[in-house]
């Protein structure tokens, strides 16, 4: 069974930054691809960025290129999220999910096409 925990939240000022990191067990790291998505109460589910373990090709939202980067770190099968230069409008709850994709071909910013969620992490950027 995939399990994805989600960590690195927390209240930060505006101009700051995070990282989130997204642990992952219970699958075979490199023939999976994580995404990192957000949610605000009353608004859908937005995708961020996700990456293909097996090649490390990613895909960016065109509202996060710049300030949004997705990392892998294979020695602890996790995903990170690095934020940079955080603004009030960046508050929201950040879920990173897992799709099968060993030959990174499926890059998606899509909540359908991810199979298995963490239980999220709050961000939370004061101005």
């Known amino acids: 069974e995939v399990h994805l925990v989600e960590s690195g939240g927390g209240l930060v000022q505006a101009g700051g930054s995070l990282r989130l990191s997204c642990a992952a067990s219970?699958?075979?790291?490199?023939?999976?691809?994580i995404g990192w998505f957000r949610q605000v109460p009353g608004k859908e589910r937005e995708g961020l960025a996700c990456i293909a373990n097996g090649d490390r090709s990613t895909l960016y939202s065109d509202s996060v290129k710049g300030r949004f980067t997705i990392s892998t770190d294979y020695a602890k099968s996790a995903v990170h999220l690095q934020i940079n230069s955080l603004k009030p409008e960046d508050t929201a709850v950040y879920y990173c999910?897992?799709?099968?994709?060993?030959?990174?071909?499926?890059?998606?910013?899509?909540?359908?096409?991810?199979?298995?969620w963490g239980q999220g992490t709050q961000v939370t950027v004061s101005s």
């Open positions: 219970g699958l075979t790291f490199n023939d999976y691809r």
């Open positions: 999910a897992a799709d099968y994709d060993p030959y990174g071909l499926d890059h998606s910013l899509s909540v359908r096409a991810y199979e298995d």
